[in-house]
């Protein structure tokens, strides 16, 4: 379902990129610098690279936003490795582990949000 809309997102996004892109094959001069003469690009290519820069300051837009996520999706990593050694270490102490304590460290470890296989 996610796909499905992810290709209807990118249809509406590329149809009008491609027809700005056909509708506009004129050149321009782009003035860049009052120091020096101007260049001639198609307008086409111009929006296009507004468009690339708009790209990219999204992508960083959301790395930046997402940082505290990372942050504590680091911490919980830390923790469930933690967990797993302590519940090893019990393990190794009493030569198993009383299913009590097995439920208590696998309940906790379960409601941490990352992947179990790290």
Same mark, same amino acid.
């Given at each position: 379902?996610?796909? +499905?809309?992810? @290709?209807?997102? /990118?249809?509406?996004? @590329?149809?009008?990129?491609?027809? +700005?892109? /056909? =509708? #506009? ?5 782009? @003035?860049?610098?009052? +120091?020096? *003469?101007?260049?001639?690009?198609? =307008? ?7 468009a %690339? &820069?708009?790209? %990219? +300051? /999204?992508? &960083?837009?959301?790395?930046? #936003? #997402?940082?505290?996520? !990372?942050?504590? =999706?680091? =911490? &919980? $990593? $830390? !923790?469930?490795? @933690?967990? $797993? $050694?302590?519940?090893k270490r019990?393990?190794?102490?009493? /030569?198993?582990? *009383? ?20």
């Amino acid at each position: 379902m996610v796909a +499905f809309f992810r @290709t209807i997102l /990118g249809l509406i996004v @590329t149809i009008p990129i491609a027809a +700005f892109c /056909g =509708l #506009n094959l004129q050149v321009v001069d782009v @003035t860049y610098s009052p +120091f020096h *003469d101007p260049i001639q690009l198609p =307008l086409y290519a111009i929006g296009l690279v507004f468009a %690339l &820069f708009g790209v %990219l +300051f /999204g992508a &960083f837009s959301v790395w930046l #936003n #997402n940082s505290p996520l !990372r942050k504590e =999706l680091r =911490l &919980f $990593k $830390k !923790r469930v490795r @933690t967990l $797993k $050694k302590e519940l090893k270490r019990w393990q190794e102490q009493k /030569g198993g582990v *009383d299913s009590a304590v097995s439920a208590i460290v696998e309940k906790e470890v379960s409601s941490l949000p990352v992947s179990q296989n790290e």
